[in-house]
Each structure stands twice: as structure tokens, then as C-alpha cells.
């Protein structure tokens, strides 16, 4: 139990397509645990040909939750959400899912650039990741002058390989214009930036650090979220305290979570 309200709007089950978590575990877990909120975000990416993106996984996992939720109504709040990748890829998917899909919380991500594979995926042993992160924040800003989702998710994503795993320091002193063109769209817009912590299990810091938290809210942005990016239910919670302790020192009061697509402020 924690003294606050813990949240965690980041959380992936069997109808992603790289877990294979029950949605049992997941609200099971996260009651036990005592957490305030969680966000069931599994995977929609809308580059990915037409069967399969996963929309219809996602559709029948919300459909699943929505079915075992109600014995959790008076101590979890428990949200239907999706993880949107690639939107800036195929807006027409992307647009037609929103619109169709009954979501609570909608996390806007990119996990690959055009005509690449996935982060994860790259030998950066072999290749020089400053090109294809510098194109990554590119299409960062084109997802978010798009718009239609609630949260920015990981927003360093790709560090998390170049850095993280391959050792290779990028020099960010040149991209800073590119990252302040990134926060303050996303402040000006009312978006939420999400604090990714995903990496802590594994004694990896923030997705993004707290350079990027307190930066995005000396631009304005007031709406922030946690999620652990959880693909198992043990790490559920995992690194959430991480970034409540950063928020506060950013000068954030609040996160949020959001349903039926509005944000709902939660005090830190």
C-alpha cells in the first residue's frame, strides 16, 4: 500500500501481440497490490497490414475487461484503453479505430519510423542511431500534430536500445530544438506526456528522464501519466513511486487518468 493513489495507465495482456498475461492476473495484481487506477493499453499498430494490426484482439480484450471489472468497482478504478502505434503511418486506420473503438484512454506511440522495423529489433552495433532518432522525433511531432490520443507514450522509446542495451551515448545537445518543438506542441495541445517505467525492473531510469518532465512543464504542460508498460502482472506498479517522486520534483501536483476520453486529475 502507498499513501497516495497510485496509478499505472500502461499495461499489456494476451491481446497483445508480445504478452501473454491473462486480464485475471492483471486486476487481481493490481487490487492486491492496492493500486488506485490502472489502463488495460494493449497494442493497435496501424502500420501493420489490415489483419494484423490487432484491432479486433484489442476490441475483444476490452470486451473481456469490461466483463470482469464490475467485482473491482469499489476499490479499482479500472479503464479501457489502447495503445495506438504508428498513427502518423496510416491515419485512416487510426482515425476509423478511434472512432469506432469505446475507449476510456488512448496512448499515442511510436515504436518505428517509416520503412524501418522496430527499435527492438535494429543492430545499432551496425548502424548509427543518430539519423533514425533524429527521424524518430520528426514523426514524434507529425503524431502529435495529430493528435487524437490522450498521452505521449515513451518518449525516448529508442533509447532504450541505443542506449540502454548497445552503450552508445547520443549527443542530445543538438536536438534540443527538435525535443522543446515536441513538449510544446504537447503542452499547447493539453496532452498528457506519459513517464514510462518500463526500464526500472530493470535498473534502468525514466522513459523520458526527468530532464524531459521538469522541461515539459516549464513549457506548460500540466497533464501527466505513469504506466510501467507492464507485459507481465508482476511488474504491475514496478517503477510508478519513480515517477511520482520526479513529477513532484518537476513542480507537477497532480497526474491524471482519463475516461471516456477526459482527463481526471489524481493528487501526487
Given amino acids: 500500500m502507498t499513501d497516495y493513489k497510485k496509478i499505472d495507465c500502461h499495461l499489456h495482456s494476451e491481446f497483445s501481440y508480445d504478452s501473454e498475461e491473462k486480464i485475471e492476473n492483471i486486476l487481481k495484481t493490481a487490487a492486491e497490490r492496492g493500486l488506485y487506477a490502472v489502463a488495460l493499453t494493449d497494442h493497435c499498430e496501424m502500420n501493420a497490414p489490415e489483419d494484423s494490426r490487432g484491432e479486433p484482439k484489442v476490441l475483444e480484450g476490452l470486451q473481456k475487461l469490461r466483463s470482469l471489472r464490475e467485482p473491482y468497482s469499489g476499490g479499482l478504478i479500472v479503464l479501457c484503453g489502447a495503445e495506438v502505434g504508428q498513427a502518423t503511418q496510416n491515419y485512416a486506420a487510426a482515425n476509423h479505430f478511434i472512432e469506432t473503438a469505446k475507449l476510456d484512454f488512448i496512448l499515442g506511440s511510436i515504436h518505428n519510423t517509416k520503412a524501418e522495423e522496430d527499435f527492438y529489433f535494429i543492430d545499432f552495433s551496425k548502424r548509427d542511431p543518430l539519423p533514425l532518432y533524429t527521424a524518430y522525433l520528426g514523426e514524434m511531432l507529425e503524431l502529435i500534430e495529430w493528435g487524437r490520443f490522450d498521452s505521449l507514450a515513451h518518449l525516448t522509446y529508442p533509447l532504450r536500445y541505443i542506449t540502454e542495451k548497445y552503450g552508445i551515448a547520443i ?79 518537476a513542480g507537477f501536483k497532480n497526474a491524471v487518468i482519463y475516461k471516456n476520453r477526459s482527463p481526471i486529475e489524481v493528487a501526487l
Fill in 171 to 249: 549527443d542530445h545537445s543538438a536536438l534540443y530544438p527538435q525535443y522543446d518543438a515536441i513538449l510544446s506542441l504537447l503542452a499547447e495541445k493539453e496532452l498528457a506526456l506519459e513517464v514510462n517505467t518500463s526500464s526500472v525492473k530493470n535498473g534502468g531510469g525514466l522513459c523520458p528522464d526527468f530532464t524531459f518532465i521538469k522541461r515539459f512543464f516549464d513549457l506548460g504542460g500540466r497533464r501527466i501519466t505513469f504506466g510501467s508498460d507492464s507485459h507481465q502482472a508482476q511488474y504491475i506498479g514496478t517503477g510508478i513511486d519513480n515517477a511520482r517522486e520526479a513529477a513532484l520534483a
